[in-house]
């Protein structure tokens, strides 16, 4: 067990910067329960907790657990109160051996391995969101699709795929998100954002590309999309609310946090909230507060010492 340090940076908005020293721990998945933190590590696999009140910290899921080499999203279902964690092979090696690509589901408290659900052969698994029910819906970064777990029936089976995620550089889906209201949004290698309507037999739509503009109409380019979350909408129900998204150049190695407001017709309009992270992966909101990991990838992809310490950072919308 160890103790991190927080520190409020000033500039607006305000962060807190949960830290770890660590030039191996590569921060991925991240997700909040009551005052605790979960993060995962695309370089070990291993899940840490980490009090967000008094900064201690302790490792949850030991590295190489179940044959796991890199964890990637974190999801925290309340109904069933488990930890669900995408884990693949190692990095640079994500499709692993048989069974290893996997959703689990881990005691939050014991980290004890309660649930598997592997992917079809080639899956990836980046990230999972839930509907009411409590089913999965997995965005696959090794295949074009999304697959979905019945959680009474345990079934895991291709829920949607699309010939337009398919790509040259081996990634397809990146993020998923659930909007409450009949809708699940993802964004694919090409950074394009797609709304997926959910039928009333649960069976997906065909996936509708959104345009995503600024405040003025005009296109707004999204690049080296990852993390994904919805941010909710209005108390009154008057707006249909937003999703929040990392933006990132990959020759720079800085990127943004994106507000993309949703609007009628299938179009988002973009506002960048926050800039110069150094390469944010996951986001997960809670109310108006915030948090993203710096995942600061390109140490990882080209072998490069990161700049430590890494961090998680909370912040407050605006």
Not at 179 to 207: C, E, K, L, Q
Not at 274 to 294: C, M, N, R, W
């Amino acid at each position: 067990m160890s103790l991190i340090v927080s520190r409020l940076y000033p500039s607006p908005p305000n962060f807190t910067a949960f830290e770890f020293a660590e030039d191996e721990f590569f921060p991925e998945g991240i997700t909040v329960n009551g005052d605790t933190l979960y993060i995962s590590s695309l370089k070990s696999g291993e899940i840490r907790t980490l009090n967000v009140n008094s900064g201690e910290v302790d490792t949850l899921v030991a590295a190489g657990v179940d044959g796991i080499g890199s964890s990637w999203g974190l999801t925290f279902d309340r109904a069933n109160n488990l930890l669900l964690a995408c884990g693949n092979g190692p990095f640079g090696q994500p499709a692993g051996s048989d069974g290893v690509n996997a959703v689990r589901a881990f005691e939050p408290n014991t980290g004890v391995m309660v649930k598997k659900w592997s992917l079809p052969q080639g899956g990836v698994c980046n990230m999972v969101a839930l509907d009411i029910d409590g089913n999965l819906y997995i965005a696959d970064v090794g295949a074009p699709r999304v697959v979905r777990v019945d959680r009474r029936t345990d079934d895991v089976s291709v829920w949607v795929e699309d010939s337009r995620w398919q790509s040259d550089t081996g990634f397809f889906l990146a993020g998923i998100a659930n909007d409450g209201a009949g809708n699940f949004y993802v964004h694919d290698a090409s950074n394009t954002v797609y709304r997926i309507p959910v039928g009333r037999d649960g069976a997906a739509g065909t996936p509708i590309a959104q345009t995503v503009q600024d405040a003025d109409g005009n296109p707004f380019a999204l690049i080296g999309v990852d993390g994904l979350a919805f941010a909710g909408a209005s108390a009154s129900g008057a707006d249909k609310g937003a999703l929040l998204t990392t933006n990132t150049d990959f020759q720079s190695g800085l990127g943004d946090i994106v507000r993309l407001e949703i609007q009628e017709n299938d179009v988002l309009v973009a506002q960048r909230v926050v800039h110069d992270l150094q390469v944010p992966a996951s986001i997960f909101v809670d109310g108006k507060t915030v948090y993203t990991s710096e995942l600061q990838a390109l140490a990882l992809l080209n072998g490069t010492a990161p700049q430590t310490p890494f961090r998680v950072l909370r912040f407050e919308l605006q």
